[in-house]
């Protein structure tokens, strides 16, 4: 009963094959998982080790594992929360200057200088500002996001200006407004609507990256881990990191959440200007990225319908093709639903499962 | 200017390890990852479910948490490399761009028409078919570049390698700026161009790629 248009509603005979089915691989993995633990079991992963989340060695108490991990945490969010600012703010600078400046000579070195932080590692241009310029492991880190993620922002607020409607645009300098200041007023506040998804996805990479401070030495959580595990020794690795890794992955799963969110809100109730998010090409920035690629889920649970994923229930009747009906129609019977219904937003979905 | 022409033989080796890095993993993921879409897609319950989990928590990691975790954890779980470097790196790569894969390939899937997976069904093929004689083909032409995309990510990504025992290309930055303070910026543009000269080419490629398949349906 999924809904998937991959396989048929089940009869008897594939219900029984699909509760077999079922039932083999949820032992499978349950008898998998049951070897692993035993096996942690042999080699004493279960043993007191875990006793440094709230009992730790070396006459240090509770607290001041606690203390540190969580000033590591702050250190992970400064680094962020500094970098983030920035990095929005160039990155729409950019993308104004590409869309709004009339000559080549501000649009193209614009162009040129996206093109290549967003080619290079984030961890070289930390290492550029460490080694090179000479800053603190801080300012190092914000250096490398703040390049890497304000090229991101621009490519997305340049997907998101390019996909407005031509009216906007001519409607502004209709009224006298140099193509800048139509391009800052009018069309930006749109770009960034429509593309709010995007950018809070953009969120969740510049988090994850704020990781590859543990290798300029910047004291952030996983270095605070690795200090720790050196301090405490070896075998309280893994609490400690067990720990580490539910706060990284709840922080961005929380924000990844929150993208879905706004997407989904976008497309139910504030489409009503008839703008949909534009698909960004291969050298837009959606999935690739950094080091990390955005974490936006769409659809992403379990026994989703396949094909609807970015599509509204109601929107995908089964369709059937009734005589004399041309194959046109029954196509767009079957994307917008009944012709007499469509509304305008309808109209400009383009490709409906296509986000 | 001088150092980058006198350590040349480093830096070409530094090269061609993050070349041999990322196409090792580059392929195992491209693997690992298409296993993965067809979990997510397919009609066993437990295996969509560990999918969905799967990419889930993996998009929600920090590349340098995965190599933290094959380098320095995973030797207590008892998964322990014969040596440090080159193999940590390429299975922490390839979990890591799996998942992105596995997207990549899924939002080719939902790209395909609804009325071919139907026409398929109504022929009478199975499931396994349907996915392997209609869907797949058309799914695949729609994922070519978001796959070159993913690539061109992970051959950035070899960069944290470099803070894991690895020796590329950041790793000899990191060397040679040590080295030679005065001449850091030669070595950062010598060393930037070489990672442009793998992901320009790709990301030409996938523009033309893109607009090659792009089609309406």
């Known amino acids: ?355 | 200017m001088t150092t980058f022409i006198e350590e040349f033989g480093l830096i070409w080796g530094a090269f061609l390890a993050t070349l041999t890095l990322t196409a090792v993993s580059g392929v195992l993921a491209l693997v690992w990852g298409t296993a993965l879409a067809t979990m997510r897609v397919s009609p066993v319950g437990p295996l969509r479910s560990f999918g969905t989990a799967y990419v889930e928590l993996v998009r929600n990691t920090p590349l340098t948490l995965m190599f933290f975790f094959w380098v320095f954890v995973a030797p207590s779980f008892g998964l322990l490399f014969p040596e440090l470097g080159f193999w940590p790196a390429v299975v922490a790569l390839t979990l890591y761009t799996s998942s992105f894969v596995c997207e990549a390939l899924r939002s080719g899937v939902n790209s395909v028409g609804i009325g071919q997976a139907e026409a398929a069904r109504s022929i009478g093929l199975t499931f396994g078919q349907t996915l392997s004689q209609v869907v797949l083909p058309q799914a695949w032409r729609t994922s070519i570049p978001p796959l070159i995309s993913v690539l061109i990510a992970l051959t950035k990504n070899t960069s944290v390698a470099a803070g894991f025992a690895y020796t590329e290309i950041v790793a000899i930055q990191q060397r040679l700026t040590n080295a030679h303070p005065s001449d850091g910026f030669f070595i950062f543009f010598g060393l930037a161009l070489m990672y442009l000269v793998i992901t320009i080419p790709l990301g030409v490629l996938a523009g033309q790629v893109e607009r090659k398949v792009a089609f309406a349906r």
């Open chain 1, 1 to 355: 009963m999924s809904g998937s248009v991959l396989y048929d509603a089940p009869g008897p005979r594939a219900k029984r094959l699909d509760r077999i089915l079922n039932w083999t691989f949820s032992l499978a993995f349950v008898a998998i998982a049951a070897w692993i633990a035993y096996a942690w079991y042999q080699r004493g992963i279960f043993d007191d080790r875990w006793a440094i989340l709230w009992d730790p060695p070396k006459n240090q108490t509770a607290a001041d594992v606690w203390m540190s991990l969580a000033r590591g945490l702050g250190n992970t969010l400064k680094a962020a929360a500094i970098a983030a600012p920035i990095a929005l703010l160039i990155g729409g600078g950019i993308a104004i200057i590409r869309r709004g400046a009339r000559t080549r000579w501000l649009s193209g070195p614009a162009a040129v200088t996206t093109e290549l932080a967003r080619g290079l590692p984030v961890l070289m241009l930390m290492f550029l500002a460490k080694l090179v310029f000479g800053w603190s492991p801080l300012w190092s880190v914000v250096f490398g996001l703040v390049v890497y993620n304000a090229a991101v922002v621009a490519e997305i607020l340049r997907a998101g200006l390019a996909a407005l409607p031509k009216g906007q645009r001519e409607a502004g300098l209709s009224i006298g407004l140099s193509t800048m200041r139509t391009t800052l007023l009018i069309e930006l506040p749109q770009a960034v609507r429509i593309m709010l998804p995007a950018l809070v996805s953009q969120i969740v990479v510049l988090l994850k990256d704020t990781s590859l401070g543990y290798i300029v030495a910047y004291p952030e959580l996983l270095r605070t881990i690795k200090n720790n595990r050196d301090y405490f020794g070896d075998q309280y690795v893994i609490p400690l990191f067990l720990v580490g890794a539910s706060i990284y992955i709840l922080i961005n799963m929380g924000v990844s959440r929150l993208a879905t969110f706004i997407e989904r809100r976008l497309r139910e109730g504030g489409g009503g200007r008839g703008l949909t998010p534009p698909e960004i090409g291969p050298t837009g920035p959606i999935p690739q990225s950094g080091v990390g690629g955005p974490a936006r889920e769409e659809g992403a649970h379990a026994g989703d319908p396949v094909f609807a994923a970015g599509r509204r229930p109601e929107s995908q009747p089964v369709p059937q093709r009734r005589p004399g009906e041309t194959e046109e129609e029954r196509r767009r019977q079957a994307y917008y639903g009944d012709p007499t219904s469509q509304s305008i937003r309808h109209n400009t979905g383009g490709e409906p499962g296509a986000r």
